[in-house]
């Protein structure tokens, strides 16, 4: 469900992550069903909460983090001096881990449990990852509509919304996974939000995430990979 942003003006990997990351952009019209993909994303064998946490105070995941979101403003400026007349361009964004930062959680919990997570969103106190917002700010500045795409419930949008809006950052749409919805992927669930972003009219030059089911399944130009080893999310 899309909901407008009250900042609105107007309107070295594992092989089978090379593998996922391999069919990650696909054209529109080259785009697989989501559950072909399944099979090859699979949970690395390093990832959990505490060797997540000191991961995320390496060089090598700051280097990671930035080359990334760089790698994602660069092919916007590119698309855009190679289409100048291009409109209704887009965005699409994961929340957690790659646009809000949690480790204030996981920093007091041993590893990733939904009843701890929702009693952290209640609070809208994550603060922002400061690359990722800084993108997409200067994104909504040059042009591109911004879409915010969580596996965040639909009962946490009240939440969700005070903690962006505490952080500054301005978007275009948020979808969230409804309520009645448990079951689904989040490859299935966010490809079709994709999908339904272009159906609107746009095309979405970058989508940016940190879990591989944010990207696999197509209906991007780009797709560009955060690191994150303190849980997996098929």
């Known amino acids: 469900m899309q909901f407008l942003s009250p900042f609105q003006k107007s309107y070295a990997a594992p092989a089978l992550m090379v593998l996922a990351l391999f069919v990650l952009c696909p054209s ?9 993909y399944s099979k090859a994303v699979e949970e690395p064998a390093d990832t959990n909460n505490e060797a997540g946490l000191k991961y995320t105070k390496t060089s090598l995941f ?6 990334a979101v760089r790698e ?14 291009a409109k209704n361009l887009a965005i699409v964004s994961d929340i ?3 646009l809000l930062d ?7 919990v041993e590893k990733f449990t939904w009843p701890e997570f929702i009693k952290w969103i209640e609070k809208a106190e994550a603060p922002n990852l400061k690359e990722t917002a800084s993108f997409l700010k200067w994104a909504r500045k040059n042009g591109f509509s911004i879409f915010l795409v969580t596996g965040r419930p639909e009962k946490l949008r009240p939440y969700t919304i005070m ?4 952080n500054d950052i301005a978007y275009d749409g948020l979808y969230m996974r409804p309520d009645s919805d448990r079951k689904s992927s989040a490859i299935k669930l966010k490809t079709k939000v994709r999908k339904d972003i272009e159906d609107m009219g746009f095309k979405i030059v970058v989508n940016i995430g940190d879990q591989v089911s944010d990207l696999v399944g197509g209906y991007a130009l780009d797709c560009e990979k955060l690191p994150n080893k303190m849980y997996f999310v098929k």
Do not use: I, M, S
């Open 96 to 98: 957690d881990e790659t």
């Open 28 to 36: 529109p019209g080259l785009a697989a069903p989501p559950e072909n």
């Open 62 to 67: 700051k280097q990671e983090f930035a080359k």
């Open 72 to 85: 994602a403003r660069d092919f916007c400026k590119k698309y855009k001096r190679e289409n100048p007349d």
């Open 102 to 108: 949690n480790r204030g959680l996981f920093n007091h």
């Open 163 to 166: 903690n962006l809006v505490k």
